[in-house]
C-alpha cells in the first residue's frame, strides 16, 4: 500500500535561509507525488507535482522537488525563505489502487520563518 | 481553472440536529469527489469518494449513517452530519479530481469549519 511519511513536525529557518522539506515515499507502482501548502484555515494549493517526467520539478512561489526513485524521496526546497512562506505543507502520493486515485497525505511539517 | 467552493465557510449547531455542507466545481465537471475531516494540527483525513450517480464510498471507520453524501451532479457534492455531537467539530475540506489528464491531481475547497455545541 501506497504511503507518505514526513521526517519532522515542525521546521524552522531565518528569512533568506535554504528551506527544506523531507517526504519519504513508499509505493507499489510508480508513482505521482504532490506537494500541497495550507495557510490556516484555509484549503490546500497545489506547490508542485511529479508525474513520471522530469525529475526536477518545479512549482509555484520559488519551490523545487526532486524525485529520487533510489532513495523514495520528493523532497521539498526552496532557495531562500519569505516570511509568507510559513505555513503547513502535506506531502502526499496517489494511490491508484481501487480504481479511485486516491491521494494519501503525510502528517505534514509546519514551517515557520524568523525575521 | 479548476476552482473548487465550498459552503457554508464556518457553521455553529446545536448538538442532535443535521449540518449540509456543499462542494462546488465552479468551472469544470468533476465526475470525483473527496470529502476529508482534518483536526487541529492534524493532516487530512479521507473520509469518503463521492462519484457522481452513484452512491459514495466511505474508508473504513467512517460512519456511512451519520456522514452522507450525496453527488448529484457533475458539479456539485454535499455532506450531510446527521445528528451533530461535539466530538463531529472539526474543519471539514471537499476535493475535486480534474478530468483525466492530469495525473489525479485534486483540487481542494476551503474548508467549512464545524463547531457542535
Known amino acids: 500500500a501506497q504511503s507518505v511519511t514526513q521526517l519532522g513536525s515542525h521546521v524552522s529557518v531565518s528569512e533568506g535561509a535554504l528551506v527544506l522539506l523531507r517526504c519519504n515515499y513508499s509505493?507499489?507502482?510508480?508513482?505521482?507525488l504532490f506537494w500541497y501548502v495550507q495557510y490556516p484555515n484555509q484549503g490546500l494549493q497545489l506547490l508542485l507535482k511529479?508525474?513520471?517526467?522530469?525529475?526536477l520539478v518545479k512549482g509555484i512561489n520559488g519551490f523545487e522537488a526532486e524525485f529520487k526513485k533510489s532513495e523514495t524521496s520528493f523532497h521539498l526546497t526552496k532557495p531562500s525563505a519569505h516570511m509568507s512562506d510559513a505555513a503547513e505543507y502535506f506531502c502526499?502520493?496517489?494511490?491508484?489502487?481501487?480504481?479511485?486515485?486516491?491521494?494519501?497525505f503525510g502528517a505534514g511539517t509546519r514551517l515557520a520563518v524568523h525575521p | 481553472g479548476a476552482v473548487v467552493s465550498q459552503h457554508p465557510s464556518w457553521v455553529i449547531c446545536k448538538s442532535g440536529t443535521s449540518v449540509k455542507i456543499e462542494c462546488r466545481s465552479l468551472?469544470?465537471?468533476?465526475?470525483?469527489m473527496f470529502w476529508y475531516r482534518q483536526f487541529p494540527k492534524q493532516s487530512l483525513m479521507l473520509m469518503a469518494t463521492?462519484?457522481?450517480?452513484?452512491?459514495?464510498?466511505?474508508e473504513q471507520g467512517v460512519e456511512k449513517d451519520k456522514f452522507l453524501i450525496n453527488h448529484a451532479s457533475l458539479t456539485l457534492s454535499t455532506l450531510t452530519v446527521t445528528s451533530a455531537h461535539p466530538e463531529d467539530s472539526s474543519f471539514y475540506i471537499c476535493?475535486?479530481?480534474?478530468?483525466?489528464?492530469?495525473?489525479?491531481?485534486?483540487?481542494f475547497g476551503p474548508g467549512t469549519r464545524l463547531t457542535v455545541l
Open positions: 476535493s475535486a479530481r480534474v478530468p483525466p489528464g492530469r495525473a489525479d491531481e485534486q483540487f
Open positions: 502526499a502520493v496517489s494511490d491508484r489502487t481501487g480504481g479511485y486515485n486516491k491521494l494519501i
Open positions: 463521492s462519484n457522481e450517480g452513484s452512491k459514495a464510498t466511505y
Open positions: 468551472d469544470f465537471q468533476a465526475t470525483t
Open positions: 509505493s507499489s507502482v510508480p508513482p505521482y
Open positions: 511529479y508525474t513520471s517526467a522530469a525529475t
